[in-house]
C-alpha cells in the first residue's frame, strides 16, 4: 500500500484519493467539490473527476447519440467532471458493473473507464451501480501540490460508499465526516510543508 497524504506536504501519489474543497477555493467550479484523484504524478500534473455536481443532460440522450438504448431510470442525468474535455466521457461502477468491462480498479469496489463498452455495460444494466460524467478537473506540474499545502483541500481516503450511496448535496459533508470530522467544525488554514 502507498503511503498517503492526509496533511499538506504531499511526497506520495495521490491517486486514488477525494479531494475535498475547502474555503480557500474560490473558484465556483470547486466550491464545495468533491474530486476523485484518477491519475497523478508529480512531473505530469493530475487528472480527477468533481462527483458532486450534476447537469441537466439526460443519461438517455447521451446514450442515444451514440447508438445505445438507455434502460436506467428516465430522469438520471449525467454528472459534471469538471471544466476541461467537455466532451469526455467517463464512467464509474462498481464490482458488479465493472466485470466483464476493461475498467481500472481505483479502491476496493470503485472501477473507472472511458470506454464504449463500459458505458453499454451499465446502460443495458441500470440496476448496476454506475455513475456517468462529462468533463474532468485537471493540475498541472506541482499546481495540486501547492494548492494542498495551502490549505485549500482536504484529502480523503476513496471509498465506493461515498461514490454510489451519497447524492450530490450531501457528498461533501459525508466525504469530510468519513475523517470523523464534523464539517461545521472545519476550520480553513494554510498547511505546514
Keep these: 500500500m502507498r503511503p498517503r497524504c492526509y496533511g499538506t506536504h504531499v511526497e506520495t501519489d495521490l491517486s486514488p484519493s ?45 446514450c442515444e447519440n451514440l447508438d445505445l438504448a438507455w434502460r436506467g431510470a428516465p430522469g438520471a442525468c449525467v454528472g459534471w ?57 485537471g493540475w498541472g506540474s506541482g499546481q495540486l501540490e501547492h494548492e494542498i499545502a495551502d490549505g485549500a483541500w482536504l484529502v480523503v481516503p476513496p471509498h465506493e460508499s461515498l461514490v454510489f450511496g451519497s447524492d450530490h448535496d450531501a457528498m461533501w459533508g459525508d466525504a469530510v465526516r468519513s475523517l470523523g470530522i464534523e464539517p461545521a467544525t472545519l476550520v480553513s488554514s494554510q498547511g505546514v510543508n
Excluded: C
Design 81 to 137: 467532471g469538471g471544466p476541461v474535455g467537455q466532451e469526455t466521457g467517463w464512467v464509474l461502477m462498481g464490482d458488479a458493473a465493472a466485470a466483464g468491462t476493461d475498467a481500472l480498479l481505483v479502491a476496493p469496489g470503485l472501477y473507472w473507464s472511458r470506454s464504449l463498452e463500459s458505458l453499454r455495460r451499465v446502460a443495458d444494466e441500470p440496476t448496476l451501480p454506475s455513475r456517468l460524467y462529462l468533463g474532468y478537473a
Design 18 to 62: 477525494f479531494l475535498v474543497a475547502m474555503d480557500p477555493i474560490v473558484d465556483p467550479n470547486f466550491r464545495r467539490a468533491v474530486v476523485l484523484v484518477l491519475e497523478h504524478d508529480h512531473e505530469g500534473g493530475a487528472l480527477g473527476l468533481i462527483l458532486n455536481r450534476s447537469t441537466d443532460y439526460p443519461a438517455a440522450e447521451l
